[in-house]
């Protein structure tokens, strides 16, 4: 069954530092999403991709955070400089095409820990 | 404003008790409500979607319903692999995904 990837699993870095998380979506998806999720809530989009293009990015920290989606497949989210507060899981999804009522499914997701 | 409320935040239940969990949604033209499941440390599993009130779905022993101004997940006896936290989502008219905050459901052998 196919799966929509992350890496790496977990990351541990200082504040001030940058890190950078990657996605893979399931094989033929056209929409990709980064969500993050603080420990207790629910995820809350940073960033929607329709195949290379941004969506709505209106939630991302944009002073801190960027992603792209360069040739439409995989995906990078990077946060430079990292803050205390971005201690979060960060979710990548990824849904067949646009529509409204398209599932999304979830990869495994990256635990970011700043120290 | 668009709001997701999911109640109770946990539940502990005996194997074999069954219960049901609440989401209340507040949201500018619903078009569709979503159920994740999520073990700890991992990501949200698809359940179900459910798209107009009155609309059901089952799956082994989970059963979603909806109305016009919340869902419902059914559990009927529950074994202890079901212990997880539940999401409900909401896509709005404006296509945007909101999760409520979860319910955290334990089983008991």
């Known amino acids: 069954e196919a799966e929509v990837a992350q890496s790496p699993r977990y990351k541990i870095t200082e504040k001030s530092q940058a890190v950078a998380f990657w996605c893979d979506p399931i094989?033929?998806?056209?929409?990709l999403y980064w969500y993050r999720q603080i420990l207790g809530q629910g995820p809350e989009l940073l960033v929607q991709?329709?195949?290379?293009?941004?969506?709505?990015d209106s939630q991302l920290p944009k002073d801190r955070f960027s992603a792209e989606r360069l040739k439409g497949v995989d995906s990078t989210l990077k946060i430079q400089p990292a803050e205390l507060g971005d201690s979060a899981m960060y979710l990548c999804?990824?849904?067949?095409?646009?529509?409204?009522?398209?599932?999304?499914?979830f990869g495994p997701g990256t635990r970011l820990t700043v120290l | 404003e668009d709001q997701v409320t999911q109640s109770p935040e946990a539940l502990r239940l005996q194997e074999g008790e069954s219960s049901s969990l609440n989401c209340s949604y507040t949201v500018s033209g619903l078009r569709g409500l979503f159920w994740y499941r999520q073990d700890p440390g991992k990501g949200p599993e698809f359940l179900f979607t459910l798209y107009s009130a009155g609309e059901e779905k089952e799956k082994e022993r989970l059963k979603a319903t909806l109305t016009k101004k919340e869902s419902f997940l059914h559990i009927t006896a529950p074994k202890p692999e079901d212990s997880a936290t539940y999401l409900c989502?909401?896509?709005?008219?404006?296509?945007?995904?909101?999760f409520g905050t979860g319910t955290r459901l334990t089983v008991i052998p």
């Open positions: 094989s033929g998806h056209a929409t």
């Open positions: 991709f329709q195949d290379e293009s941004v969506v709505d």
């Open positions: 999804a990824s849904s067949p095409r646009l529509t409204p009522v398209d599932t999304q499914y």
């Open positions: 989502a909401v896509l709005t008219g404006a296509n945007n995904l909101f």
